[in-house]
């Protein structure tokens, strides 16, 4: 699989150029692949008897269209993934938007191994195929997928899943809670899908788990504009109504409750556990996963040296100036010369001014539930120095637990830390002993 994955990325390097709108393309009566139906079309056509039409049928970047006249065309590439094996099953493809190209995600099933065949395009072109992790459901998986949607006062509702265990109930589940920036209900960051993999993972062993698309993500264009935007409206109050949703649903066990925060999320975790305590569904535990206890603009500082430090000449071409950065995280030392609508990392002034005021640290004196705190050591986002003062404030509290693990990254994935983003460009899952740990805290609670 491994070789097989090397090949194809020297056969079709994923093509991630900007182009200009409304290029011309030679083929000017080739079809666009606009919608999920398109691309069960184009699949089924690439592992059909004549997977050659697709090198005229479809819109292709010029770039990929020259590296495919060069490497033999899709037949070369229908070729070289069916060499790991016979097509079994293709499973619908579903649609994400990443950086403004659509990624179209194509469980397949071999007769060797399973894998998402992943088509990526540019305003309806095709712009690269990959392969991924694969996402779709395996023949004779007992896990039930619920759709069950939050509601968000004002705006609407946020697309929601429940990934139950077999049988009936009722299970202990864990709420997911995302880091920073808008993210999908999988957290995707590159080839990395920490919350489906967490859903899956901990649904096998018994406990249910609910994600939900994060509001910034599904609302983004409706809250550009809200300088009042805070921590508050962006993640605790929907993790908050996730809570008390879950207590009325029929499966799921009232009193065993749990929240688990990733990044900014475990950030949050006190300021969820403060408010929950008011509310008449409360969590009975929670998990920070890469959680830190120090001010988001420290972290900020630290991540920009280390990218600077380690891969200047890629932070160079993104158009990134280390100073430039610097001065503007400066601004965050005088606050009340700061307007509502002026922004700073992409955050208004009223968001970085709740964030001053607000100490995760010493609110989470303040929790009396078991809490889990989990970090990778190779992690250069949040790092072993956070996971340190954790310990050092609350390692000897019999309600807290403490676990590192050797090898692993921000999202609890096998990574190296300088690498850095790099570590996203490449398929991995949650490490298992993550799993395991967050399964084992949750059941032996109950005992």
Same mark, same amino acid.
Request: charged share 25%.
């Given at each position: 699989?491994?070789?097989?994955s090397?090949?194809l990325?020297?056969?079709?390097?994923?093509?991630?150029?900007?182009?200009?709108?409304?290029?011309a393309?030679?083929?000017?009566?080739?079809?666009?692949?606009?919608?999920?139906?398109?691309?069960d079309?184009?699949?089924?056509t690439?592992?059909g008897?004549?997977?050659?039409?697709?090198?005229?049928?479809w819109?292709l970047?010029?770039?990929?269209?020259t590296?495919?006249?060069?490497a033999?065309?899709?037949?070369?590439?229908?070729? !070289?993934i069916?060499s790991?094996g016979?097509?079994?099953?293709?499973?619908?493809?579903?649609?994400?938007?990443?950086?403004?190209?659509?990624?179209?995600?194509?469980?397949?099933?071999?007769?060797?191994?399973?894998?998402?065949i992943?088509?990526?395009t540019?305003?309806g072109?095709?712009?690269?195929?990959? $392969?991924?992790?694969?996402?779709?459901?395996?023949?004779?998986?007992?896990?039930?997928?619920?759709?069950?949607?939050?509601?968000?006062?004002?705006?609407?509702e946020?697309?929601?899943?429940? $990934?139950?265990?077999a049988?009936?109930?009722?299970?202990?589940? *864990?709420?997911?809670?995302?880091?920073?920036?808008?993210?999908d209900?999988?957290?995707?960051i590159?080839?990395?899908?920490?919350f489906k993999?967490?859903?899956?993972?901990?649904?096998?062993?018994?406990?249910?788990?609910?994600?939900?698309?994060?509001?910034?993500?599904?609302?983004?264009?409706?809250?550009?504009?809200?300088?009042?935007?805070t921590?508050?409206?962006?993640?605790?109050?929907?993790?908050?109504?996730?809570?008390?949703?879950?207590? !009325?649903?029929?499966k799921?066990?009232p009193?065993?409750?749990?929240?688990?925060?990733?990044?900014?999320?475990g950030?949050?975790?006190?300021m969820?556990?403060?408010v929950?305590k008011?509310?008449?569904a409360?969590?009975?535990g929670?998990?920070?996963m890469?959680?830190?206890?120090?001010?988001?603009?420290?972290?900020?500082?630290e991540?920009?040296?280390?990218?600077?430090?380690t891969?200047?000449?890629?932070?160079? !071409?993104?158009?990134m100036?280390?100073?430039?950065?610097?001065?503007?995280?400066?601004?965050?030392?005088?606050?009340d010369?700061?307007?509502?609508?002026?922004?700073?990392?992409g955050?208004?002034?009223?968001?970085?001014?709740?964030?001053?005021?607000?100490?995760?640290?010493?609110?989470?004196?303040?929790?009396?539930?078991?809490?889990?705190?989990?970090?990778?050591?190779?992690?250069? !986002?949040?790092?072993?120095?956070d996971?340190?003062?954790?310990?050092?404030?609350?390692?000897?509290?019999?309600?807290?637990?403490?676990?590192?693990?050797?090898?692993? *990254?921000?999202t609890?994935?096998?990574?190296?830390?300088?690498?850095?983003?790099?570590?996203?460009?490449?398929?991995?899952?949650?490490?298992?002993?993550?799993?395991?740990?967050?399964?084992?805290f949750?059941?032996?609670?109950?005992?």
């Open positions: 699989m491994r070789k097989m090397k090949m990325a020297a056969l079709l390097a994923l093509v991630m150029t900007l182009t200009a709108c409304g290029m393309f030679a083929e000017q009566e080739a079809r666009k692949i606009e919608t999920p139906a398109d691309a079309e184009w699949i089924q690439l592992f008897e004549h997977p050659e039409e697709l090198d005229s049928a819109e970047m010029p770039e990929l269209k590296a495919l006249e060069a033999g065309g899709m037949k070369a590439v229908a070729m !070289q069916t790991i016979e097509v079994k099953e293709i499973q619908p493809a579903y649609q994400k938007e990443i950086q403004g190209y659509q990624f179209f995600y194509i469980p397949c099933i071999f007769s060797t191994t399973s894998v998402d992943v088509l990526v540019l305003d072109a095709v712009a690269g195929v990959q $392969t991924s992790i694969f996402s779709g459901k395996q023949e004779g998986s007992d896990l039930v997928g619920v759709e069950l949607n939050l509601p968000v006062p004002e705006l609407g946020l697309p929601g899943s429940l $990934t139950l265990p049988g009936d109930g009722p299970f202990p589940v *864990i709420v997911l809670v995302h880091g920073s920036g808008p993210n209900m999988d957290e995707s590159g080839y990395v899908r920490p993999d967490l859903a899956e993972g901990l649904a096998a062993k018994g406990v249910a788990v609910y994600r939900y698309d994060k509001r910034t993500y599904t609302y983004k264009a409706e809250l550009a504009d809200n300088y009042q935007l921590l508050m409206e962006e993640t605790v109050d929907d993790a908050v109504a996730a809570v008390q949703m879950l207590a !009325q649903q029929e799921i066990d009193e065993r409750i749990y929240v688990l925060g990733h990044s900014l999320g950030i949050a975790i006190p969820i556990d403060k929950l008011e509310q008449p409360a969590a009975c929670y998990v920070m890469a959680g830190s206890p120090r001010k988001l603009d420290e972290l900020f500082r991540q920009y040296e280390f990218m600077f430090s891969q200047p000449e890629v932070m160079e !071409q993104a158009g100036n280390k100073e430039d950065i610097l001065s503007e995280l400066d601004r965050l030392n005088d606050l010369t700061l307007a509502d609508s002026d922004a700073i990392q955050a208004y002034a009223p968001y970085w001014k709740w964030l001053a005021e607000y100490d995760q640290l010493k609110m989470a004196e303040e929790i009396t539930a078991p809490v889990l705190v989990l970090q990778g050591e190779e992690d250069w !986002q949040v790092t072993m120095k996971f340190e003062i954790w310990k050092e404030a609350f390692g000897d509290k019999e309600n807290w637990t403490m676990i590192s693990y050797p090898g692993l *990254i921000h609890m994935t096998p990574g190296v830390m300088n690498d850095v983003s790099a570590n996203y460009a490449k398929a991995a899952k949650v490490d298992e002993k993550v799993i395991g740990d967050i399964a084992e949750i059941l032996e609670e109950k005992k």
